[in-house]
């Protein structure tokens, strides 16, 4: 790859990594990466994915810019309440990186789309918001052979993981066979989250996100990093690929995609047009 | 035989808004049990009916999940650290 002069500059910081280096700057741009969610974890995530100069950033979202999302949303800002998410993820992305070449999805991904969508992607982010669509990404990941980099928050706490089944390692039902039934966690309402601690794990996802594109590394796959931001203490703990999965597991029994129910109301915002 | 045990933050409103706690137990099963003495409530958020596990909450001794050693018979010994740890999904809306 030849870059330009702007790009050297640009990038410079990265080159003179001997772990990136021009032939890793490269693998950047030559990626495709995958963010489900133009949210919480996928604000900070996209942009420095983009700042990266990930060459081509897929981002699925069919939610619209409410004023409550800007707590922790920064991808997005006040001019741009109503408007798609994924549309403003876009300008700041363009903003930030001419080089990124950003595919939109304004939809949510179901069984008929998500295996579609993720295949012709590298690596696959995952920033979404509810139990459902975690187990569908898992799943759709584990059938096309995605890497899948799963960040979480509830509150003050935080996960990341990889999810790698295809090469032996865990996937996120090895991890939680299950996802909660309904009732059992505390409501929508009830919910809440420190918007700088999106920040903290969006970021983890883009940095293992970036690692895995230059191979760089020891990889999160196997392990659970556990982030408790009033603690303020990173631990890890191992994740051990099950081998009662019942997807990745020696006897599988979830052989095609399933969409869980919602264990709440999903309260999309309101577009402006 | 005192066993640390990190409560995540959704199950603080039952310890007192505590990020550990203290409890005793030959194995997890008893350790369970002894917490939710002190905690009253906490037990069936981590629990089924039947004792086992929820299969959304992890619980890991020191850095290794129950479910790969004895489950809620694993026993334990003075000195492991033993975490809570229940999926998240949140981006939150």
Same mark, same amino acid.
Request: with cysteine.
């Given at each position: 790859m030849n870059f330009t002069e702007e790009q050297i500059e640009r990038y410079s910081r990265h080159i003179i990594l001997p772990e990136v280096?021009? %032939?890793?700057?490269?693998?950047?741009?030559?990626?495709?990466?995958?963010?489900?969610?133009?949210?919480?974890?996928?604000?900070?995530?996209?942009?420095?994915?983009?700042?990266?100069?990930?060459? /081509?950033?897929?981002?699925?979202?069919?939610?619209?810019?409410?004023?409550?999302?800007?707590?922790?949303?920064?991808?997005?800002? /006040?001019? +741009?309440?109503?408007?798609? %998410?994924?549309?403003?993820? +876009? %300008?700041?992305?363009?903003?930030?990186?001419?080089?990124?070449?950003?595919?939109?999805?304004?939809?949510?991904?179901?069984?008929?789309?998500?295996? +579609?969508?993720i295949r012709d992607y590298d690596v696959i982010l995952d920033g979404s918001?509810?139990?459902? /669509?975690?187990?569908?990404?898992?799943?759709?990941?584990?059938?096309? +052979?995605?890497?899948?980099?799963?960040?979480?928050?509830?509150?003050?706490?935080?996960?990341? /993981?990889?999810?790698?089944?295809?090469?032996?390692k865990p996937c996120y039902r090895c991890l939680y066979p299950e996802p909660p039934p309904k009732g059992l966690v505390p409501s929508c309402q009830e919910a809440g989250v420190l918007g700088a601690l999106a920040g903290v794990i969006g970021v983890i996802q883009a940095v293992e996100a970036i690692k895995q594109i230059l191979k760089i590394g020891d990889e999160l796959a196997g392990h659970l990093l556990i982030f408790d931001a009033l603690a303020m203490t990173f631990r890890k703990v191992k994740v051990r690929r099950d081998t009662q999965c019942a997807l990745c597991g020696d006897n599988p029994t979830v052989k095609d995609l399933v969409m869980y129910e919602q264990a709440c109301e999903i309260q999309a915002a309101k577009c402006s047009t | 035989m005192a066993i640390k045990v990190r409560i995540p933050t959704p199950l603080r409103k039952l310890t007192n808004g505590k990020d550990e706690v203290e409890g005793g137990g030959k194995n997890i099963k008893d350790l369970i049990n002894d917490i939710e003495k002190?905690?009253?409530g906490l037990k069936e958020r981590i629990c089924e009916?039947?004792?086992?596990?929820?299969?959304?909450?992890?619980?890991?001794?020191?850095?290794?999940?129950?479910?790969?050693?004895?489950?809620?018979?694993?026993?334990?010994?003075?000195?492991?650290?033993?975490?809570?740890?229940?999926?998240i999904a949140g981006g939150m809306f």
């Open positions: 280096g021009g %032939k890793g700057q490269a693998k950047l741009l030559d990626a495709k990466v995958f963010v489900l969610g133009a949210g919480g974890l996928g604000s900070p995530a996209l942009y420095y994915l983009a700042a990266a100069g990930i060459g /081509t950033i897929g981002i699925a979202d069919a939610d619209c810019v409410d004023l409550s999302n800007l707590q922790r949303q920064i991808i997005h800002s /006040t001019e +741009k309440i109503g408007m798609p %998410k994924v549309e403003s993820a +876009k %300008k700041s992305i363009e903003g930030l990186n001419p080089d990124v070449k950003v595919i939109v999805y304004n939809e949510r991904l179901g069984i008929d789309n998500i295996r +579609k969508i918001d509810n139990f459902p /669509t975690r187990y569908l990404m898992n799943d759709a990941c584990f059938f096309e +052979k995605k890497t899948l980099v799963s960040g979480s928050m509830f509150r003050f706490d935080g996960q990341v /993981t990889i999810f790698k089944p295809h090469e032996g | 002190q905690y009253p009916d039947d004792g086992k596990i929820r299969r959304f909450v992890n619980i890991y001794v020191n850095d290794e999940d129950i479910r790969f050693k004895n489950s809620i018979d694993t026993e334990l010994k003075d000195g492991d650290e033993i975490s809570i740890i229940p999926a």
